[in-house]
Every structure is written in C-alpha cells, then in structure tokens.
C-alpha cells in the first residue's frame, strides 16, 4: 500500500472511531507499529489529526460527529495485501469451476476481489456488490456486470442496498462466490449486521455456495454468523489447513477443494 493511500485510510479511521491506539491503527491497516507511528508524526505536523499518548485522535470535530453509518469489519485495500499469492490461487481455483456464459454472483471482498485476474479472458455475466471488482472487470474484461443500487461503502469497497426492490431479486446465478473473515464449526461468520442483509439476500439468488478462504481463516469466530456449514457447498482454500478442519467440513458434507502453497 502507498503512503498516500495508508495516510487516507487512518484519517478515515480516526474519523470513524474519533481515537484509536496505535496497535488497533497497526491492525486495521496491516502495518507495523513504527510505520504508524511515522504516519501520525506526519499528519500531526500537517495538523490532520491530534498524536496524544499511545495513538492518535480526529482533529475535525465535525468529520467525527457526521450521521454517517459505516460498517465495522477489515480495511479492504489493507486485506488485498495480506496472502496475496494463497488468495490468488484460490480465486483462480473459483474462476475454473465457471463455465463460459455462466451467470454467477461475487460477494466483495478481498479473496474474491482476486477473481478479477482469471475473469479478465472470460465472457461471462457477473452481479457483484463489490465496487472494486466492478471497475475492474468494466476496464479489462468482457464480462457483463450488474450492480445493485445503494450506497458505497468506502472502506470495505462495499455497495449495499437498502432496497427490497432493487436488481437482485431479478438476478439468478448458478454459483455465488464469497470470502469471509472466519469460518468454523458454527458456520461461516461476519462482522456486521448490515452486510449479513446484504449477503442472505445474495443467497438466495444462487444454486450454489462456493466459499473462498485461506487456511489462515479456518477455525476462526466472530459474534454474527451468516450461515451454517450446511449452507456451504464448496470451501476452497490451501494445503496448509489441517486434517482436523478437513474432517469438519466433510462431516457437514462441505466439498473441499485444495490449491497448494508456494514454498517459501
């Protein structure tokens, strides 16, 4: 990630949250703590935001107290760079279970934002909610692209409609393609009640549930699930999950497909 995008994001966090520490900062954009450290010196010095002891504050009252709703969960440009080669595999893996033509859906997100690479030599008819992917794919493919109406949501490149009239109801794919920030014995997990709306609503336009998640995702929880085990289909991930979680899946009849991992 550029300097420049990592100070955009940390101001937008600030302005989110009005404080942040210096780990949470660290962990939110996948960066060390003396890189954010350097940041905030420099904003500081530019009077963007205010360093006190131990992270930083908002240093516009006003962007602070805005009535804008966000959506808790990961930064999505600071996700893309976290096991870029594992997400790249897995999301070619995806890409060759469609055939051409297909319609099909993808859930934003940073795994299946991947997708875009194996798309881009595809003719295929594409309804995602990620307006990352959806650029994407309009520059450099000939897929056809169809866009929920709603509002963006720039951290997670997100887009969600609040809209039960809207296109997707009209829409149907024989596959939807998801990531997620945890998936374990409960099923697979979310981090906020918005994008589970969101996500049930995709669900049900699609034959199929075909989940992208590397092995570092396996196994792990949060407080809101969108589905259990038995709603997955397909989990594709790498060769460094464990035999205990494979045996999980199966025992919930999810189909694992493995990509192997490139040696370090």
């Known amino acids: 990630m550029l ?62 107290s805005r009535s804008r709703t966000h959506l808790k969960g990961s930064v999505f440009l600071a996700d893309t760079e976290t096991n870029q080669d594992r997400k790249q595999a897995i999301a070619q893996k995806a890409v060759d279970l469609c055939e051409e033509g297909e319609s099909i859906i993808i859930n934003g997100g940073s795994s299946t934002f991947m997708m875009k690479h194996a798309l881009a030599s595809r003719q295929m008819n594409v309804l995602t909610n990620s ?19 709603g509002e963006l949501y720039r951290k997670q490149s997100i887009i969600l409609s609040s809209f039960e009239n809207d296109c997707i109801p009209n829409y149907h794919g024989s596959k939807m393609f998801m990531g997620t920030p945890g998936i374990s014995e409960f099923g ?39 589905c259990s085990l038995e709603e997955v289909d397909i989990l594709i991930t790498d060769d460094l999950i464990s035999d205990e979680h494979i045996a999980m899946f199966e025992k919930h009849n999810v189909e694992i497909i493995l990509v192997p991992t490139k040696p370090e």
Request: hydrophobic share 40%.
């Open 131 to 149: 307006f990352a992917l959806a650029t994407e794919l309009a520059e450099n493919s000939d897929c056809q692209i169809t866009l929920p109406g």
């Open 3 to 64: 300097e420049k995008q990592r100070h955009h994001l940390l101001l937008e966090l600030l302005a989110e949250e009005g404080f942040a520490s210096v780990p949470t900062l660290a962990s939110q954009l996948k960066a060390s703590e003396a890189t954010i450290r350097r940041d905030l010196t420099k904003l500081s010095t530019r009077n963007l935001l205010q360093k006190i002891r131990g992270g930083a504050q908002s240093n516009s009252p006003i962007a602070s």
């Open 188 to 226: 697979l997990m979310e981090t906020d009640p918005l994008l589970i709306l969101s996500e049930r609503k995709l669900l049900k336009q699609a034959d199929k549930l075909i989940v992208l998640a590397d092995s570092s995702k396996i196994g792990k929880r949060s407080s809101l699930i969108l």
